[in-house]
């Protein structure tokens, strides 16, 4: 069994010293390390200080999810366990992953999180399972909506079969990659979830994260990504458990980039007609891949209403969630 530890920094070296030391203590170390970047010269000497035999390759011109085709074109070990620059292994990690993954049944291992903040002090964030569970396709809808197994990339083994088999969708992805890992995963074989918490992942610092409304700006823009790597997935998984769960990631992030891309300039912006929109929303619920929720209803009367005036009263409602989570929906 040989583990491949893939290391992700782009743009971003001030927390990548923490997992460096990470991956040079620990108690059963990886048969590689790969490190993929757009400045060889800014990591390179972080791995050397820790003495991690690292093969660095830069990258500039990849997206996200393209690194993770890469990843698989060029990792030798059996299960590939992403490390994103700000998070921290703890140091059993790989020795408690090493007999999960032996086993040879999982496409995808996940397991749990403790949680830090930009000054790496121990805080808290998302409630957990704490039963071990198998995912199937039979089972990943109902357990999709009880928790989001498919967030935390450093929380990730991969099998690295899985990243050569899919890799022409995730080149032609943008951002969305651990939802497209978690979906292909299981359109190859099953999942398994272990409770026990490995890895430290810092809160507060990545695209997605969407803490204060300050921040609502950075997050749209994000949306706007993962609806386009959405709308990808949906037409190339064709397997109908896995739509189910595609298509609600599709449309919980279309009605929030139809109603804010009004308020909010981004480089990307993905583009719907209104009639577009309605079909596939309405499709959607019909499927019962979707609730009928409030902003849905907010959006489809924004001809009456005007979409400058519903992307102020939404907006409004996403920031008072923030005291209030129970109004975003």
């Not at 030798?76 to 020795?95: C, M, N, Q, R, T």
């Not at 496409?107 to 002090?121: L, M, P, Q, R, Y």
């Not at 999709?144 to 967030?151: A, C, V």
Request: hydrophobic share 40%; proline share 5%; net charge positive.
């Amino acid at each position: 069994m040989k583990l491949t530890v893939a290391v992700v920094a782009y743009g971003r070296y001030k927390y990548l010293d923490e997992a460096a030391a990470s991956i040079a203590r620990q108690t059963r170390p990886p048969d590689e390390v790969l490190v993929f970047t757009d400045n060889r010269e800014a990591v390179k000497p972080v791995f050397q200080k820790h003495g991690v035999d690292a093969e660095i390759l830069q990258e500039p011109d990849l997206t996200y999810c393209a690194t993770y085709a890469r990843i698989g074109e060029v990792a030798s070990g059996d299960y590939v366990l992403p490390l994103e620059d700000d998070d921290v292994f703890k140091p059993e990690k790989l020795e408690r992953l090493e007999p999960v993954l032996k086993e040879g049944r999982w496409t995808f291992v996940k397991h749990a999180a403790d949680f830090i903040d930009a000054e790496s002090k121990p805080t808290t964030w998302i409630q957990q399972p704490e039963e071990p569970a198998v995912i199937t396709r039979e089972n990943a809808w109902q357990l999709y909506r009880r928790f989001p197994y498919h967030i935390w990339p450093s929380t990730f083994a991969i099998k690295t079969d899985v990243l050569k088999r899919h890799g022409e969708i995730l080149k032609h992805m943008l951002l969305h990659a651990d939802f497209a890992i978690f979906t292909l995963t299981l359109k190859d074989g099953e999942g398994f979830y272990l409770p026990a918490r490995l890895t430290y992942y810092r809160i507060g610092e990545g695209n997605s994260q969407l803490i204060t409304c300050n921040e609502l700006s950075k997050v749209v823009c994000t949306w706007n990504k993962y609806a386009y790597d959405d709308d990808l997935l949906l037409r190339y998984a064709s397997v109908e458990e896995i739509n189910k769960i595609v298509s609600y990631s599709y449309i919980s992030h279309l009605v929030k980039i139809y109603i804010l891309n009004t308020k909010f300039n981004c480089a990307f912006k993905y583009k719907v007609s209104y009639l577009s929109f309605v079909k596939k929303s309405f499709t959607t619920i019909t499927k019962r891949a979707y609730p009928l929720r409030k902003a849905l209803l907010l959006a489809w009367l924004s001809p009456l209403l005007g979409s400058k005036r519903v992307a102020e009263i939404y907006y409004r409602r996403l920031c008072r969630s923030f005291q209030n989570p129970q109004d975003n929906k």
